[in-house]
């Protein structure tokens, strides 16, 4: 079973650069106004389509729960190196949990967040950007289906 995401771009070739290196893979298959990605661990089907018109998150985010610091590290430096802007946030309390993450955000203003939960809270304490109900701008130094 695979969990299938798909969200709306406004240019194809840019979200496929962004994608691919956020992946760490190539699209299985490109259309002209279409994407599709199937990344096998964690098991996501995940598309990209052409729309005239996005408006940044349409949802509140996308992310990858990792198993510990050192793998939320290694993507970021991963991602880092390929040129991408990283917002850190480490042992902050958000969504119920004490989490080290980082933010990257697609061409489109999709945030995605690499995190690791480091333990379990009973509170809501909001020191993330996750759980703000106030967009965050950050820069986008790279860029990046179906109705």
């Given at each position: ?10 240019d ?13 893979t ?6 002209e ?31 990858f ?10 993507h ?9 802007f ?21 061409p ?8 690791y ?31």
């Amino acid at each position: 079973m695979k969990v299938h995401v798909g969200i709306n771009v406004t240019d194809l070739k840019q979200s496929i650069e962004f994608y691919s290196k956020v992946f760490n893979t190539e699209p299985v298959k490109i259309k002209e106004d279409y994407a599709k990605f199937l990344i096998e661990d964690p098991g996501l089907n995940f598309t990209l389509n052409v729309k005239d018109h996005v408006s940044g998150n349409q949802v509140g985010h996308f992310g990858f729960q990792v198993e510990n610091k050192e793998e939320v590290l290694q993507h970021k430096e991963r991602l880092e190196k390929l040129g991408f802007f990283a917002r850190e946030e480490m042992d902050v309390t958000c969504c119920y949990a004490t989490q080290d993450k980082f933010w990257v955000t697609d061409p489109d203003g999709n945030e995605w967040e690499f995190f690791y939960t480091k333990a379990d809270v009973e509170s809501m304490a909001v020191q993330s950007s996750c759980c703000t109900t106030q967009p965050i701008k950050v820069e986008i130094k790279n860029s990046s289906c179906c109705s």
